[in-house]
Each structure stands twice: as structure tokens, then as C-alpha cells.
T-cell receptor, first 112, second 113 residues
Framework: NAGVTQTPKFQVLKTGQSMTLQCAQD?????MYWYRQDPGMGLRLIYY???????DKGEVPNGYNVSRLNKREFSLRLESAAPSQTSVYFC???????????FGDGTRLSIL | GENVEQHPSTLSVQEGDSAVIKCTYS??????FPWYKQELGKRPQLIID?????GEKKDQRIAVTLNKTAKHFSLHITETQPEDSAVYFC????????????FGTGTRLKVLA
């Protein structure tokens, strides 16, 4: 899926470490999203950016920060990782209202 | 707050039978309803969607129905095949403003050969 690229694909951290998950899209979409996916919980929205220069909290923002660097890139930062943040993280984009989201391949993050 | 409930959480059917997954949404302003299929270890991928001005949409073996009055929508898969085995997610969106999507918790479909 060349449309939405996430890096890294896998990461293991120790409690208290920080890291940034990167997301880049070449679809010229305005809106970008970060979700986390835990077993039996579906996709929960962490933060989203409706357009370049704006960001808003989703359902589970605590412990995370985001940056919409430009139209293409939307990063998610864990300042002090906790075991509860072990999850699969998906970035998604959408071109406009009433359109489907396009997902990246995900980042599998384990925090020990 | 906005919520989407999805049932059942797991569903097993014999190959060739039909499968139905149901979702109920709370935000009456929702007007766009996509369905995603997620295979193990892969990203969610859109399989079908419906907008609020349409009551039913069909694409080969897959169909979606929408009842705006009752605020629920359903995914129907006919003539199921082993490759239909996956987790299916419904979602609801207002389609305007901030374009937030609220997802159901998923249905794990197993098609038994």
C-alpha cells in the first residue's frame, strides 16, 4: 500500500522510553488519523488532524502527542512509554466527508 | 457520546451459507457507513460502504442495508467461502466537519469448509 506508509513496522521499548511513530501519505488527503487496536476493542481513535495545521483529541489521547508536520506527514509521539500502550497502531487518511479511510500497514509496539 | 455497537463478536458458518453482521449507531447525524475486512496481521480494508440517502447496496456476494429510523445497518455475505474468514468492522461517520469515524468492536467470522 504505497498510499499510506508507517514506520517502523515493529518496535520494542522499555517502560519510560520515548519514541515517535511516523506516518506519511501520498494520496493528497487532507485528514489523517491515529488509531490503536487492542484485542476485542476494535479501533480506538487517539488523535486526528482534519487538515494541515490542526489536530484534535480522539477517544484515548492520554500519554500521546501528535504533530501534523505538513499535508503529507502526521506523527505520533509517546513521551514516556507504559506497558498499557502495548498495541498495534494504525495511521489512516481520508480525502473528504463521506469517503472511506485508507489505512497504513500498522506499527506493532511492545513496551516491557 | 457517539457509539457504535456491533454484533455478534464471533460468527461461525458453514461454507456456502450466509453471514449477517449487525451494527447500531447512536449519532443521528451519521450519514456514511463503511465496512472493513481485516485479515490476521493486516490492515483494515474497505469492502463496501453506504450513504444515508440509500437503503441498500450490493456488490457481488456482499450487501449492506441501512435503516436510518432504527439507526442500524447490516452486512450480508452470501455463499460464504473460506477466504471470507476475517474480522469485520463497521463504522459510522458524519461525513462533514471533522470527519470522525466511530468503529464497532469487530466480528470474527469463521467459514468452515
Amino acid at each position: 500500500n504505497a498510499g499510506v506508509t508507517q514506520t517502523p513496522k515493529f518496535q520494542v521499548l522499555k517502560t519510560g522510553q520515548s519514541m515517535t511513530l511516523q506516518c506519511a501519505q501520498d494520496m493528497n488527503h487532507n485528514s489523517m488519523y491515529w488509531y490503536r487496536q487492542d484485542p476485542g476493542m476494535g479501533l480506538r481513535l487517539i488523535y486526528y488532524s482534519a487538515s494541515e495545521g490542526t489536530t484534535d483529541k480522539g477517544e484515548v489521547p492520554n500519554g500521546y502527542n501528535v504533530s501534523r508536520l505538513n499535508k503529507r506527514e502526521f506523527s505520533l509521539r509517546l513521551e514516556s512509554a507504559a506497558p498499557s500502550q502495548t498495541s498495534v497502531y494504525f495511521c489512516a487518511t481520508v480525502g473528504g466527508g463521506g469517503q472511506p479511510q485508507h489505512f497504513g500497514d500498522g506499527t506493532r509496539l511492545s513496551i516491557l | 457520546g457517539e457509539n457504535v455497537e456491533q454484533h455478534p463478536s464471533t460468527l461461525s458458518v458453514q461454507e456456502g451459507d450466509s453471514a449477517v453482521i449487525k451494527c447500531t449507531y447512536s449519532d443521528s447525524a451519521s450519514n456514511y457507513f463503511p465496512w472493513y475486512k481485516q485479515e490476521l496481521g493486516k490492515r483494515p480494508q474497505l469492502i463496501i460502504d453506504i450513504r444515508s440517502n440509500v437503503g441498500e447496496k450490493k456488490d457481488q456476494r456482499i450487501a449492506v442495508t441501512l435503516n436510518k429510523t432504527a439507526k442500524h445497518f447490516s452486512l450480508h455475505i452470501t455463499e460464504t467461502q473460506p477466504e471470507d474468514s476475517a474480522v469485520y468492522f463497521c463504522a459510522a461517520s458524519r461525513g462533514t466537519g471533522t470527519y470522525k469515524y466511530i468503529f464497532g468492536t469487530g466480528t470474527r467470522l469463521k467459514v468452515l469448509a
